[in-house]
């Protein structure tokens, strides 16, 4: 099964996305492994804060997760605070007590192996994620189930989406970003389209979708893995626009956090 896109929305994004961000361009086959840094600060008391850190891995390999161990990382607020997230499980960092705050800005420092990355998010404000439902798409002769989330954007350019699907609890490795250039101020419900057939829906699947406001540096992170060959942020990247200052890649936000559940009829 193949994404579908609006060729028009595809290129007039990709121009407004040329920026000096950092964007890595990698021989993934011969390069050394790269640290690859999956951080938030969410709005939620039951997500809290969380890093994922793992390395880069072969084109050709089977695009499991190399964790790092051992890091010592840290968010400090604006206001000077300093949190540390201890390693919970192999690579994953967390502290459910940094619970973020609309306006604020955080600063992400990691420091392993004698190498320091760091990384800057402010919160946006949090749009309501207002309902979930399931609806029948058209797809090359056949009709297949999608998630389509319904929200409404607030009038005034700058707001940012990023959205998760899990299908039985597991995630489907698609990147659904969007920004607000065509839809401002309008209430929106774009169909989340998976790429992979073996995603497909089926009934009695417990689909869940997570919305995740998030500012531009991240949009740009994740809406390069909606252009990516990849299909997984946390294996093997393709050119991501990064906002890890460091020798690293990845993405670290601040990010308010919603999520809705279905069950396919």
């Known amino acids: 099964m193949r994404k579908i896109y609006s060729i028009l929305y595809t290129a007039l994004l990709v121009f407004a996305l040329t920026s000096c961000e950092k ?4 021989n993934l086959n011969t390069t050394a492994p790269i640290i690859v840094v999956d951080g938030q600060v969410t709005n939620s008391l039951t997500v809290g804060s969380i890093v994922k850190l793992s390395y880069t891995n072969k084109v050709k390999s089977d695009n499991s997760i190399l964790p790092l161990l051992g890091a010592i990382v840290t968010i400090q607020e604006d206001n000077g605070t300093v949190y540390s997230l201890p390693e919970v499980a192999s690579g994953i960092y967390r502290n459910l007590s940094l619970v973020g705050i609309t306006g604020k800005t955080y600063h992400l420092k990691v420091v392993t192996n004698g190498n320091t990355l760091t990384s800057s998010s402010k919160m946006p404000v949090m749009v309501n994620f207002d309902s979930l439902v399931v609806e029948d798409f058209p797809n090359f002769g056949k009709t297949v189930k999608v998630a389509t989330p319904f929200y409404n954007d607030p009038k005034g350019l700058g707001n940012n989406y990023n959205f998760s699907i899990f299908k ?7 990147a659904f970003a969007y920004d607000d250039l065509f839809i401002d101020g309008k209430k929106v419900t774009f169909p989340l389209i998976y790429s992979r057939e073996n995603d497909e829906f089926k009934k009695g ?20 893995f909606t252009q990516s060959s990849t299909g997984s942020p946390l294996a093997v990247p393709d050119n991501p626009m990064s906002n890890i200052k460091g020798n690293a890649i990845g993405v ?3 990010n308010t956090y919603q999520k809705r559940k279905v069950v396919i009829p």
Request: with cysteine; aromatic share 18%; proline share 0%.
């Open 23 to 26: 964007i890595i361009d990698l």
């Open 168 to 174: 039985n609890g597991r995630l489907i490795k698609d």
């Open 205 to 224: 699947d417990i689909i869940e979708v997570t919305m995740n406001c998030i500012d531009f540096a991240n949009y740009k992170y994740w809406f390069s």
């Open 252 to 254: 670290f936000g601040a």
